[in-house]
């Protein structure tokens, strides 16, 4: 236990040089669309994990990478994920360290976290083929990790990894800028390094993953203490993906070469053989085909076929093997097997709430925030263990 104390502080500061680097070396907007040949190869970062989300109703993955060269991200997508031999196309480079990614189907809404620039960047009706900028972007945030959405109640939940705390925001199809949140969920319930989000509306549930497991608030009485998923104590918990149609939670477990599989009463660990280092960071499902894809830090992509058993039985493995990988060379644009992008779509977006001073040089204003939720600047955080 100690020594997985000790390597969790140290990659945390590590990673907290990192990020601050990437924020004294870049300004200006921050997002480069990628129109040229992309000739560097992406390469594993020890300290910033590969980011997953699932496109179900297109079937392709997007992915947040280290970014080629010094500093920055990619964000990266893969039209047919689960073919052999399939390579991504980079859609663009993130000017900071991208700490977390989410999609919605349903509405085409892409939501990219910034851990530099301390903010939410949100792509409505994201289109793969458009090179623009962000619709939104949301700010007041210490360490924005994870992003979760609930359709029903139109309400988007932000975690931000430092003092620990879960942000709910009203209106989730019109929330931008320094809005403040309606309510905050914070140390009073225990987060600790919140990370990955999920609602899932048929439990009535929100997961949350943690340093020390998961937790489960009640979608309709936020204010109700959660309560722990039955993980061993200690577990640390990251990516989380939902199959909808089964109401299973993956959760991945980096630290025991694990995913964990909970079915609303009972939780099953499944332990990845010969893999190497923390691994997986990030889960995602594509529940049409029952496969699951998975990350860490080296640059490639595990996939897990059958994911939730044979059908009619469920999952009964608690060993496996992953099923293939996906390496992270990049597709230039124009080449046969990618299509050249499409010109930028004209972007007019929202002029900013005045703010009663102006923002510091580097980052987003963090004055009257309206809630116990008080941002602090330059704060040590644990983010990536």
């Known amino acids: 236990m100690k020594n997985r104390v000790y390597a969790t502080m140290i990659i945390s500061i590590v990673f907290l040089f990192e990020a601050v680097g990437v924020s004294a070396k870049t300004q200006g907007f921050n997002v480069h669309p990628i129109n040229a040949p992309f000739i560097q190869p992406i390469q594993g970062s020890p300290f910033q994990p590969i980011l997953l989300a699932f496109d179900g109703r297109r079937g392709q993955l997007i992915a947040a990478t280290p970014g080629a060269g010094k500093g920055g991200s990619s964000i990266l997508l893969f039209r047919q994920p689960g073919n052999p031999g399939v390579s991504p196309e980079s859609i663009f480079n993130l000017s900071g360290v991208a700490s977390g990614l989410s999609y919605d189907a349903e509405g085409r809404m892409l939501f990219v976290s910034n851990a530099t620039k301390r903010e939410v960047m949100i792509f409505d009706r994201f289109d793969a083929r458009d090179s623009g900028a962000p619709t939104r972007t949301l700010h007041r945030f210490n360490f924005p990790t994870g992003v979760g959405f609930d359709r029903a109640s139109k309400r988007l939940f932000v975690a931000d990894a430092h003092p620990g705390a879960v942000l709910v925001f009203e209106g989730l199809d019109r929330v931008q800028g320094g809005q403040g949140p309606s309510r905050t969920l914070g140390g009073e319930t225990g987060l600790n390094g919140p990370f990955a989000i999920v609602a899932d509306r048929s439990s009535g549930r929100l997961y949350v993953s943690n340093f020390d497991g998961v937790f489960a608030f009640r979608l309709d009485d ?111 644009p124009g080449s046969p097997d990618r299509p050249s992008p499409s010109p930028p779509r004209p972007f007019h977006p929202t002029p900013p709430r005045p703010s ?30």
């Open 222 to 332: 936020l204010s109700a203490p959660p309560t722990r998923l039955p993980l061993a104590p200690g577990t640390l918990a990251r990516g989380l993906a939902l199959d909808p149609k089964t109401g299973r939670l993956y959760i991945a477990a980096p630290m025991r070469k694990s995913y964990f599989i909970y079915d609303g009463e009972g939780m099953k660990e499944v332990k990845l053989q010969a893999v190497q280092g923390a691994f997986p960071f990030s889960i995602s499902l594509d529940e049409k085909n029952d496969r699951l894809y998975l990350a860490g830090t080296e640059p490639r992509i595990g996939i897990i076929e059958q994911a939730g058993g044979p059908p009619g039985e469920g999952p009964s493995e608690t060993n496996r093997m992953i099923d293939r990988w996906i390496p992270l060379s990049i597709v230039p």
């Open 356 to 385: 009663p001073r102006p923002s510091p040089p580097d980052g987003p204003s963090m004055i009257n925030f309206p809630t116990n939720h008080s941002p602090q600047k330059n704060t040590p955080l644990a983010l990536f263990p």
